[in-house]
T-cell receptor, first 114, second 113 residues
């Protein structure tokens, strides 16, 4: 079946530190991959996406590369800010498996301290 | 200004009472979804709808009901059969179900009195 596995949180970093949040997936076919961010008390917002192997999604200094050979889509940012504190969700959208909604990981909470 | 609205922001339910959460979108999307989020947990899919007058159960549909009479609207009713309804409820929509970005509303927090 389709599934997404994210690293367990919480992740606590100092401001300007390098961020990596690991995400690996299992899917039939070639899914689209997404990262969403959820700020406290709000809904989810799309952060970035990639639709085929070797694509790199990027937004607001965050980036992730679709790695088919390792079935991974790790989220990275070179220098985090306090305002990046949020919960980050990795998700996949299966291809050629019927009308199946997005499959989400369990989320990783990031806290950035000044 | 296109987007998804959910109301109310907070909702209180008494024991044995049904409550309905509103979700409206003006994005002209065919597909709409309801998710439940518990503290420190991920998202769990309750119901989704690919098109008007059609909907499918998600992973945790028991104790919930939905309708899709209009493209713009996908209300969720939390029935008295749902024994643990306290959670944050998120509505989302997308152009179609597959391979498409979902856009989320701001959420409704349901509390049991």
């Amino acid at each position: 079946g389709n599934s997404v596995t994210q690293m367990e949180g919480p992740v606590t970093l100092s401001e300007e530190a390098f961020l990596t949040i690991n995400c690996t997936y299992t899917a039939t076919g070639y899914p689209s991959l997404f990262w969403y961010v959820q700020y406290p008390g709000e809904g989810l917002q799309l952060l970035l996406k990639a639709t085929k192997a070797d694509d790199k999604g990027s937004n607001k200094g965050f980036e992730a590369t679709y790695r088919k050979e390792t079935t991974s889509f790790h989220l990275e940012k070179g220098s985090v800010q306090v305002s990046d504190s949020a919960v980050y969700f990795c998700a996949l959208s299966p291809l050629n498996s019927g009308n199946t909604p997005l499959v989400f990981g369990k989320g990783t909470r990031l806290s950035v301290i000044a | 200004d296109g987007g998804i609205t959910q109301s109310p922001k907070y909702l209180f339910r008494k024991e044995g009472q049904n409550v309905t959460l509103s979700c409206e979108q003006n994005l002209n999307h065919d597909a709409m979804y309801w998710y439940r989020q518990d503290p420190g947990q991920g998202l769990r899919l309750i119901y989704y709808s690919q098109i008007v007058n059609d909907f499918q159960k998600g992973d945790i549909a028991e104790g919930y009901s939905v309708s899709r009479e209009k493209k713009e609207s996908f209300p969720l009713t939390v029935t008295s059969a749902q024994k643990n309804p306290t959670a944050f409820y998120l509505c989302a929509s997308s152009i179609v179900v597959t391979q498409e970005t979902q856009y989320f509303g701001p959420g409704t927090r349901l509390l049991v009195l």
